[in-house]
Every structure is written in structure tokens, then in C-alpha cells.
């Protein structure tokens, strides 16, 4: 196996098991690092499969331990919304300096966004918790908001936190970390 290869995996491998207990761990219900992680391994990964396959492993493994959606259409359109900091990521990645910032920016805010507007409509739509009307939708949206809240303040705080790891790996010599991944004693 090359370098690189190895070292995809050891990168998707953390960032998969970070997903899977930031969803696991929330202290707040949406507080999680699912959208940042998503966005970076939309960054990150070179090839479109482990970048694809990284929000889906999240979603699909932590939510063994968390409730369900117990409705499919609501299941759907939240695996659905995982494309949006994907493509962000994707679009970071072909970016450069002040474009590759705001692509970073947008990424803070559009993903929880969207994520209310589609799954709260979805719940209102597809569930019978509320009422078929306007009042009905209201009232889905506002029941929404301290959700939204939460996950666009955790969007922002983790995507801080793995871009922050990702400067501070970019600077440090990659080769210590290959020796340590390749099982090989390192010379610092």
C-alpha cells in the first residue's frame, strides 16, 4: 500500500470515528461535527467515493445508538442534505485565497440552513405531527428553530476546530506521522 493510500485511510478512519462520537456525544441535540467533517473530507479526499462514503458511514453507523427517524422521507432528506458541505468542500478545494476563505465561510452557515428549510419541511410534510397548513408548516419552523440554533453553532465551532488541525498538519513535517502509520520508528 502507498503512502498516500495509507494515508487516506488513516485520515477517513479518523474522520469517520470523530463524526460517529461527536453525533454520539452532543451535549446539545444537532450540536454535532457531522457537517464540518463532511465539508472536509469533501476537501480532503481525492477520489469522490471516500469522500461520498464518509457521510454516509457517519449517519449510518451512529444512528445504530440514536433515535430514528421512524420515517423515511425525513431519513432521506437528512442523508440528501449531506451533499450540500460536500460540495462545498469539493469547491474549497479547487479555490484559492480569499475565494477559498468565503467557500469556508458559506460553508459555516449554508449547511444548517438548508438542513432546516428541507428536513423541517420534510417532517411537516411527511409526519403527522403537524397540522397539513401554513399554520402547520409555522409551526414546524419555529418548534425547528432551537435545532437549527444548535447545529449552525456547532457547524461553525467544528468546522474552526478541523480546519485549525488542518493548518497546524499542513505546517508540521508529514514524516514523523508516515513513520508512525507505516510502523516504522521516526527520527524525531
Avoid at 462520537?21 to 480532503?44: D, I, K, S
Avoid at 449547511?111 to 420534510?122: C, D, E, I, L, S
Amino acid at each position: 500500500m502507498n503512502r498516500d493510500t495509507l494515508r487516506e485511510l488513516a485520515v477517513f478512519a479518523l474522520l469517520l470515528a470523530f463524526g460517529v462520537l461527536g453525533r454520539w456525544a452532543q451535549p446539545t441535540w444537532n450540536f454535532t461535527p457531522v457537517m464540518a467533517v463532511t465539508a472536509l473530507g469533501g476537501y480532503y479526499f481525492r477520489q469522490n467515493i471516500a469522500a461520498i462514503l464518509l457521510p454516509m458511514g457517519i449517519l449510518a453507523v451512529s444512528d445504530v445508538l440514536l433515535p430514528t427517524h421512524d420515517n423515511w422521507a425525513v431519513l432521506i432528506s437528512v442523508h440528501v442534505m449531506m451533499v450540500i458541505p460536500l460540495l462545498l468542500g469539493r469547491l474549497a478545494r479547487n479555490t484559492e485565497g480569499w475565494k477559498s476563505a468565503m467557500c469556508w465561510g458559506i460553508c459555516g452557515v449554508v449547511p444548517a440552513t438548508a438542513f432546516f428549510v428541507v428536513t423541517n419541511f420534510a417532517v411537516w410534510a411527511f409526519k403527522s405531527t403537524y397540522e397539513h397548513s401554513l399554520a402547520g408548516l409555522a409551526a414546524c419552523y419555529a418548534a425547528g428553530v432551537p435545532f437549527y440554533k444548535a447545529m449552525l453553532a456547532g457547524d461553525l465551532f467544528y468546522l474552526t476546530v478541523l480546519l485549525a488541525c488542518l493548518v497546524i498538519a499542513r505546517a508540521a513535517s508529514p514524516q514523523p506521522l508516515l513513520a508512525v502509520l507505516e510502523g516504522r520508528p521516526s527520527k524525531i
